[in-house]
């Protein structure tokens, strides 16, 4: 009894035709949503910075708390909170911010004015910048940014039609800036007041408001902040250190000073993680302001390079987003963002690396701080959910060899005209 079996015929393929090449680890990532890297960019860097505040702060909380972990635990605190901030805000659809941008931003100036009243304000460090209790303050400023990034998308976007005239977009925007940037160089806290500038300036220009009265403003905004500098003493020999760090290394320029040494004996692979020496009493706010100092001690010219990629990778996801988004309102929000946290970014480097005077603001998603890091998750997850609205990213396939498929090429050749 002989039993039969079904062979299924063997497909050949087409001569000259060549199997499809699989897509590259780089075509893979740039075929994923645009919030989903969103969402790993910054988890990668809040990693980072928790592993970094970690190394940097056991000395300072030693002496402050007893306990050379304390800083580490609150910092895991305001990251969970954090993360209840960014989970919360990517669900909340980004177009519901615009109905909230008056009493946000009036409940901003009050909480910036509050800061400033005696037995309202708590002062830490010579400055008044925070509100609240115990461990749980809120620093108003941190929020003012994004009530100005909401609050200029609006506005251009319902006056679209009348960029060209100043009073109806121009003055607004900056009426505001002016007020914020005062009220927040009052606690002092210069740097803040910096990156309101870049938020405001960047999105009027992106926005379509003519250069030439961007310019004459900002060169007015630069003309006044020299003047607030140079006429208040302590302002004035930061920058006068940052100048010449090595003639005020004993006074003004420590903190420069301290820095520059702690990145130069990184060299290229750095001391490892732990194996810092500046923070051991040497250099001051090594675990908030500073830290970028002991990123480049410990883990060399390579982790500092590292890091400032991963800023590069945030800032690029940032403007893609605003790129696929379908709305004008949205694109806007997303470079407010955007230019918010990288500025940020450069202003702290900026001036750990002694190229710019020192500020005193965080370096986003790596200093310790809670403001910070719960505000700038929430930027974030605002960021991932307009990018979730976007246009999908077109995923780059590998073209077809031209003699994979004759007839169709021959079709298309047709068509075009072509022999």
């Known amino acids: 009894m002989s039993t039969s079996r079904v062979v299924a015929p063997v497909q050949r393929r087409p001569t000259g035709a060549e199997p499809a090449a699989r897509p590259t680890l780089p075509q893979r990532i740039a075929s994923l949503p645009t919030s989903v890297c969103l969402t790993g960019v910054t988890a990668v860097l809040c990693g980072f910075g928790l592993v970094m505040v970690g190394s940097a702060s056991p000395v300072v909380s030693m002496s402050l708390y007893g306990s050379p972990w304390a800083i580490l635990e609150r910092q895991f605190l305001w990251m969970g909170l954090g993360l209840v901030a960014f989970l919360t805000c990517r669900r909340i659809d980004y177009r519901k911010w615009r109905s909230i941008r008056v009493p946000l931003l009036v409940g901003t100036l009050l909480l910036l004015v509050a800061v400033l009243l005696p037995g309202l304000g708590v002062t830490a460090g010579g400055s008044s910048r925070w509100i609240g209790f115990g461990q749980f303050r809120l620093q108003p400023s941190e929020l003012m940014k994004l009530a100005l990034v909401v609050f200029t998308a609006d506005l251009l976007t319902r006056r679209a039609a009348k960029m060209t005239e100043a009073r109806w977009v121009l003055y607004p925007v900056l009426a505001v800036l002016a007020v914020s940037a005062t009220l927040i160089i009052k606690q002092p806290d210069m740097g803040t007041a910096m990156v309101l500038c870049c938020i405001a300036f960047g999105l009027l220009f992106l926005g379509g408001v003519p250069m030439r009265p961007i310019v004459k403003t900002l060169g007015v905004f630069v003309v006044l902040a020299v003047g607030v500098g140079l006429v208040d003493p302590y302002r004035r020999n930061r920058i006068l250190s940052f100048?010449?760090?090595?003639?005020?290394?004993?006074?003004?320029?420590?903190?420069?000073?301290q820095s520059l040494i702690g990145l130069g004996s990184g060299h290229l692979f750095g001391l490892g993680l732990g194996g810092g020496r500046q923070k051991w009493g040497l250099l001051p706010n090594a675990h908030t302001d500073f830290i970028f100092s002991v990123v480049g001690e410990e883990l060399g010219l390579v982790g500092a390079v590292v890091l400032l990629g991963l800023f590069?990778?945030?800032?690029?996801?940032?403007?893609?987003?605003?790129?696929?988004?379908?709305?004008?309102?949205?694109?806007?929000?997303?470079?407010?963002?955007?230019?918010?946290?990288?500025?940020?970014?450069?202003?702290?480097?900026?001036?750990?690396?002694?190229?710019?005077?020192?500020?005193?603001?965080?370096?986003?998603?790596?200093?310790?701080?809670?403001?910070?890091?719960?505000?700038?998750?929430?930027?974030?997850?605002?960021?991932?959910?307009?990018a979730s609205h976007g246009r999908p990213a077109r995923p780059r396939s590998v073209p077809p060899h031209p003699q994979a498929h004759p007839r169709s090429a021959s079709r298309s050749a047709s068509r075009s005209g072509s022999v």
């Open 243 to 257: 100048l010449n760090p090595s003639a005020h290394r004993s006074g003004s320029g420590y903190q420069v000073w």
């Open 312 to 386: 590069f990778v945030l800032a690029w996801y940032g403007l893609r987003a605003a790129n696929e988004c379908r709305d004008r309102f949205g694109s806007l929000m997303a470079v407010g963002i955007t230019l918010w946290l990288t500025s940020q970014a450069l202003i702290n480097i900026g001036a750990v690396i002694g190229v710019l005077p020192v500020t005193g603001i965080p370096l986003p998603f790596i200093s310790f701080g809670g403001s910070s890091l719960v505000i700038g998750l929430a930027a974030v997850g605002i960021l991932c959910n307009i």
